[in-house]
């Protein structure tokens, strides 16, 4: 089950009629995990997003709903005061009693990890936060707030695709002296999968830091060339291999998919009916510029 990202639900000409026809494709296709942050859009994607699920005959209990908090302007916050804060306004702006997971986004260098747990059973034990996770953390960030923090942390939502592959590059590359084989992340991967922790996937389809979409990307004719041979030969789309990369890798990751089209939505959930061999997955690792050791 891929999470829908609703990152880009402010835009200006997205009307609730539209919102509300993606929120039924998706959920149409078997997607009904939904992510939210409240800094997206400053808040008014999880209005739109309300006030679309209204509009169809979905029930709240049938999804489920993942906010987001920690991201001010200027700096990060992860006080008690401003979960809590956060929350609350998220339940307001998303119309609902309950969250079903809250990430910690990007990390707080001035964490206190008791006042973290402290916001996290008040907020679990009134019910308005079932499950709880963190973004864009090592280890060891997480490893000091579960210390502290009575609940199992479940996810962490990590930056993962075909074009930025530096999770899973320095476990291919040990016992090397190249770039590759830097540990930027403190074996994230791993550490997922041995605590059981989900790693969910955004920006499934960029390369670098918001740079650009790499499917049909003049830059990368190798890689695309490869790509849409494997779509053929499956009969699915580009965007579907390109998601279905990242489903074969046995840590069972979650693609966040932020795409506001229905039909490219229905193409990417194309994507759980097939399963990528081993060698077509390292075709496309190796067709991505990267080395075998």
Request: proline share 3%.
């Amino acid at each position: 089950m891929n999470p829908r990202g609703c990152a880009r639900w402010d835009m200006k000409d997205l009307s609730v009629s539209d919102a509300s026809e993606m929120i039924q494709t998706a959920v149409d296709h078997g997607i009904d995990f939904f992510d939210h942050a409240d800094i997206y859009g400053g808040g008014t994607s999880e209005e739109i997003f309300a006030n679309a699920l209204k509009e169809t005959s979905i029930k709240r209990e049938d999804i489920l709903l993942q906010t987001k908090c920690g991201i001010r302007k200027g700096f990060f916050d992860f006080s008690k005061e401003h979960i809590i804060n956060s929350v609350e306004g998220s339940l307001k702006r998303l119309q609902t009693d309950y969250v079903d997971i809250l990430l910690l986004h990007r990390p707080d260098t001035l964490v206190e990890p008791e006042e973290v747990a402290e916001a996290f059973l008040e907020l679990h034990n009134s019910g308005k936060v079932k499950s709880f996770g963190v973004s864009n953390q090592n280890p060891m960030q997480i490893e000091l707030l579960q210390k502290f923090v009575e609940q199992k942390l479940i996810v962490n939502q990590l930056q993962f695709s075909i074009m930025h592959t530096g999770i899973i590059d320095m476990g291919i590359n040990v016992n090397m002296k190249n770039p590759e084989s830097v540990d930027h992340d403190g074996g994230i991967l791993d550490y997922s999968r041995l605590n059981d922790m989900t790693i969910q996937a955004w920006s499934p389809y960029q390369y670098g830091f918001f740079e650009g979409v790499f499917l049909d990307n003049n830059k990368f004719p190798e890689l695309n060339a490869k790509i849409d041979e494997i779509a053929e030969k499956k009969g699915v789309t580009n965007t579907a291999i390109a998601t279905a990369w990242i489903l074969r890798h046995p840590a069972r990751m979650q693609v966040v998919v932020g795409t506001m089209s229905p039909t490219r939505l229905g193409q990417i959930a194309a994507a759980s009916t097939i399963t990528l061999t081993r060698e077509e997955w390292y075709e496309i690792y190796r067709a991505a510029g990267n080395i075998l050791p």
